[in-house]
């Protein structure tokens, strides 16, 4: 994918030549199916467990293949550097927000979009999270290059996860990872009959520029 260039659903189906074929995957369930990844570990870590209610951290995120989370992580770290008691979980994981004085909330984005775990979670959770710091990221492909305008248009593609969180205390946006091994069977095949290099395999991920951002949020949170 270029600087200029999204990708949606459409562009995915055209890319894969599926176009025609697709409504009847989904009918079938072979497209649920065909999109879910396999054999993905998800980072869950704390740190200072001694620390409990009221005055920890939580760096919840949605991820399909493990590349937020393995962000979500170095996010973790950093504030943990810093002395803060922090738990890293995906948002499925996350029963209350009892013992957090702060959240941080990423998510993958996918088809353009927030994954709808983040969704559901800012929702489930918005009269708390109102009460609280929360600051957020995502990690997708359109950040390849992070150029303003594709800052821009990430900020766009989060619009919906971001109409259910409280104004974010601070808001960045990283490019994402692309594994086909990470993929499901056919998804990935999918993937590899691309000519166009948009979905070749790579890592945009900029460490240095999650790890700048991570030390920002030590005074805000």
């Known amino acids: 994918m270029t600087p200029k260039q999204g990708f949606n659903r459409r562009k995915f189906f055209q890319i894969t ?10 009918c079938a369930g072979l497209m649920y199916w065909a999109t879910q990844e396999h054999g993905v570990e998800f980072t869950e870590t704390s740190c200072r467990k001694e620390i409990t209610m009221g005055d920890r951290i ?3 995120y949605a991820s399909k293949c493990g590349s937020t ?6 996010v ?4 943990c550097d810093s002395g803060a008691a922090v738990d890293v979980k995906r948002v499925q ?3 209350d927000l009892k013992p957090y004085r702060a959240v941080v909330l990423g998510t993958a984005l996918r088809m353009e979009n927030p994954l709808s775990e983040a969704v559901s979670f800012a929702k489930k959770h918005h ?3 109102a ?3 929360v600051a957020g990221f995502c990690v997708g492909l359109t950040m390849k290059e992070g150029t303003p305008e594709n800052r821009e248009k990430a900020k766009q593609q989060m619009a919906v996860l971001l109409a259910e969180m ?5 808001l960045d946006f990283f490019g994402g990872k692309v594994d086909y091994k990470k993929l499901g069977p056919i998804m990935g095949y999918m993937f590899s009959l691309d000519k166009s290099g948009e979905m070749a395999e790579g890592d945009w991920r900029n460490w240095d520029a999650i790890s700048a951002w991570s030390k920002t949020l030590v005074p805000l949170l």
């Open 127 to 129: 009269a708390a999270l």
């Open 76 to 79: 973790g770290k950093a504030l």
């Open 93 to 95: 994981d996350v029963k």
């Open 69 to 74: 989370g393995e962000v979500a992580d170095a």
């Open 131 to 133: 009460a609280l710091p």
């Open 58 to 60: 939580l760096i919840a």
């Open 166 to 170: 409280p104004a974010p205390v601070s």
């Open 17 to 26: 030549g599926i176009t025609a074929g697709a409504g009847a995957l989904s």
